[in-house]
């Protein structure tokens, strides 16, 4: 065991450990620490001053999950808009699960989404499980408000996946963009554009969401196709 491995020992909770494992199905339980999100946060704030960040950011693959969050949330403060997408790049392959891919998000990609966009498109089409998710999760991030063009949504509506966190992130997507841009997305779900699993999923998400009225949430409702999961 390393040394910085024996400090996230350290900081382990071991009720966490349990709850939070289950979450995860695809990672080796032997492989979760156990350590709250703003428990490793803090680690890592403190571990960035340290020599030997930049040596563990060139380290991979990580054995724990909690290191690849380390990871994450290391990057997350690059300054560096072609720095931190380098190294994005570098790391999209090792992330394994829901919960990493969803909290990775480089703080520099907000204020370049112009350049951003090329690169997610990429990743969209990967056909890579959770770079796949994550390049629609910055989608639904950075490019439903100001930035939103419906050649992006069009994008999205494309995926055909049978994976359960690919088609679970696409159905985020559009429940969040019935909330933003309704009058540009409903037609995905009144034209049948999407999988079925994929619209309905979506339709339930936006009935659960607070920024949709209940008046349009009846509505949504009415769309859903016979036959669901």
């Keep these: 065991m390393t040394?910085?491995?024996?400090?996230?020992?350290?900081?382990?909770?071991?009720?966490?450990?349990?709850?939070?494992?289950?979450?995860?199905p695809t990672v080796n339980p032997d492989c979760v620490i156990g350590i709250r999100t703003p428990v490793l946060r803090k680690f890592a704030k403190d571990f960035a001053k340290e020599d030997g960040?930049?040596?563990?950011?060139?380290?991979?693959?990580?054995?724990?999950?909690?290191?690849?969050?380390?990871?994450?949330?290391?990057?997350?403060?690059?300054?560096?808009?072609?720095?931190?997408?380098?190294?994005?790049?570098?790391?999209?392959?090792?992330?394994?699960?829901?919960?990493?891919?969803?909290?990775f998000k480089p703080k520099v990609f907000a204020k370049n989404t112009d350049k951003l966009i090329g690169k997610i498109d990429e990743w969209i089409k990967s056909g890579k499980t959770?770079?796949?998710?994550y390049g629609t999760g910055l989608l639904m991030s950075y490019y439903l408000d100001e930035n939103f063009k419906e050649e992006y949504a069009k994008t999205v509506s494309q995926i055909r996946s049978d994976e359960y966190y690919i088609n679970m992130m696409t159905a985020w997507y559009f429940a969040t963009a019935l909330a933003k841009q309704y009058d540009f997305v409903i037609k995905y779900l009144t034209e049948k554009r999407?999988?079925?699993?994929?619209?309905?999923?979506?339709?339930?998400?936006?009935?659960?969401?607070?920024?949709?009225?209940?008046?349009?949430?009846?509505?949504?409702?009415?769309?859903?196709?016979?036959?669901?999961?």
Aim: aromatic share 14%; with cysteine; hydrophobic share 35%.
């Design 194 to 229: 999407l999988p079925r699993w994929v619209h309905n999923k979506t339709i339930q998400k936006a009935v659960e969401s607070f920024r949709i009225s209940p008046e349009t949430k009846e509505y949504l409702k009415t769309l859903r196709i016979k036959g669901d999961v």
């Design 130 to 133: 959770y770079t796949v998710r």
């Design 53 to 103: 960040a930049e040596k563990f950011l060139n380290s991979l693959p990580h054995k724990y999950y909690e290191e690849n969050n380390l990871h994450a949330f290391l990057l997350m403060d690059e300054k560096d808009f072609a720095t931190a997408l380098a190294k994005t790049e570098e790391f999209l392959p090792y992330i394994d699960n829901w919960a990493t891919c969803d909290v």
């Design 3 to 24: 040394d910085l491995q024996k400090r996230l020992f350290d900081l382990q909770d071991k009720e966490y450990k349990e709850f939070h494992q289950k979450l995860m």
